[in-house]
Each structure stands twice: as C-alpha cells, then as structure tokens.
C-alpha cells in the first residue's frame, strides 16, 4: 500500500467577493478575498509565522563594487557525504579568502504583513483586496481545487510549497 503524502497545510476556509454580482471575474478590477489555513508541516509553520512579522532581517551592501568582487571569486568546492541519500555536500568558498561577513552585513527591513496569525484558533489568514487578472484568477482556481482536496502538488522540497507561492502570487497583487 503506498503512503499519502501529508499536505503540511489544511485549509479552513476560501471565499472571494467581486463589487457586485458579476458574470465575468475578469471585468471588475479587483476582489476581495479571504483566505484561512492552519500549517501541519512544523518547516511551513515556521515560513508562515515568518509572513506575519512586521520586521524582518536582510543583508544589504555598502560597497557594491566590494560585492561584485566577492561573487566574481566563488568557488564551489563538492565533498562526498556517505549517508542515505547519497548525496554529495558543498560548501561555497571565495578563491581570494574574503569573507561574507565583510561585504554583507545585517540589518532590520519593515514590511506591511499579508499575513496574520490568528493565535486563538492557531491558524493564518490572507485577506485583502486584490487585483483582477487571469494570474490572480488561476490562483483563486488552485486555491477552489486545493480546498476541495482534487489535487495536491507534489513540490521539490515540501507539499506545501505550490500553496505557500499561490499565497506569495495574491500578495504581489495586492490593490
């Protein structure tokens, strides 16, 4: 008997409101959706609660010049790894010895969450308006598809990864 995939998310629920009764999502300029889900995967949880901070960390450049030279020295250097998976490591050095921490240094971003994280009930949630185009459309089609459990991406890494980028695709077309 062959194992189900865990999809690593379960959603609660998915509505989508358009200004007013309408025949064709493609004629208004935007909608209004509610999207809630509760995040299985401990990975996906981690991701989601990432979504909800209003500040995160980034790495900036002050010499871009100083940077170009970094990337422009990278050498990949592969080792062997004996494990179950039989895959090889890699580690990333610079040819010259400069170091990442030199050119890279960290510091705090702001950003407006999509993102809420709903503590009573331990469960996320996307609402907003959002602009109407055949991308946004397709995504409120995988979303209805999703819901209903016809069918589960199987991502590269995680189950979840095609839901997480459907949710990152309504965000980067926010109204």
């Known amino acids: 008997m062959e194992e ?22 493609l004629k208004y300029p935007y909608f209004i959706h509610n999207l809630v889900w509760r995040a299985l995967s401990k990975e996906f949880k981690s991701l989601c609660e990432g979504m909800v901070d209003e500040w995160t960390q980034t790495e900036v450049v002050f010499d871009k010049e100083l940077a170009e030279e970094y990337f422009a020295g990278l050498d990949f250097v592969m080792g062997e790894v004996d494990n179950q998976f039989g895959y090889a490591s890699c580690d990333i050095v610079h040819r010259d010895g400069l170091r990442r921490d030199i050119v890279f240094h960290k510091g705090w971003q702001h950003q407006s969450p999509f993102v809420t994280y709903i503590e009573k009930f331990d469960c996320f949630r996307a609402w907003g308006f959002t602009e109407s185009n055949a991308i946004t ?31 990152d695709a309504l965000d980067s077309f926010w109204d």
């Open 4 to 25: 189900k995939d865990e999809p690593g998310f379960e959603i609660l629920h998915f509505s989508v409101r358009y200004p007013e009764r309408i025949t064709n999502p």
């Open 137 to 167: 459309q397709a995504c409120v089609h995988e979303l209805e598809m999703l819901k209903l459990g016809e069918h589960m991406y199987r991502g590269r890494f995680a189950t979840w990864s095609h839901f997480r980028r459907v949710i």
